[in-house]
């Protein structure tokens, strides 16, 4: 079945860097666009970037576009998030998704995720 594994986050000063990581397993990963969601406490899970099958073309919320780049290995079945200049709002649970199709980088809730990685920004 298809697994997806975040790793790579941690504690990180404003302004600082992360780049997490989602290895992914059972299913052609070439074949489907990935993308990175995040959720808080009492929030719903928010959409952060995606990107497509081939790598070609990526996507980002506005208020990461700039600071974050979404990146994917298909030799590797590895998706990336990198993460730069971070802001206390990025505080975050952060988890990678498998779309539907290889230009869906934008997947519902009721798609598959991952078990997800912290992400605390702080002083």
């Known amino acids: 079945q298809v697994q997806l594994v975040e790793s790579g986050g941690g504690l990180a000063q404003p302004g600082g860097s992360l780049r997490l990581s989602c290895a992914a397993s059972?299913?052609?990963?070439?074949?489907?666009?990935m993308s990175w969601a995040r959720q808080t406490p009492g929030k719903r899970l928010e959409w952060v970037a995606g990107?497509?099958?081939?790598?070609?073309?990526?996507y980002y919320k506005e208020s990461v576009k700039g600071r974050f780049t979404i990146s994917r290995d298909n030799a590797k079945n590895m998706l990336y998030l990198q993460m730069n200049n971070l802001k206390p709002e990025d505080t975050a649970r952060y988890y990678c998704?498998?779309?539907?199709?290889?230009?869906?980088?934008?997947?519902?809730?009721?798609?598959?995720w991952g078990q997800g990685t912290q992400v605390t920004v702080s002083s």
């Open positions: 990107i497509f099958s081939d790598g070609t073309d990526a």
């Open positions: 059972g299913f052609t990963f070439s074949e489907y666009a």
């Open positions: 998704g498998k779309g539907e199709g290889p230009f869906t980088v934008v997947p519902g809730p009721d798609d598959y």
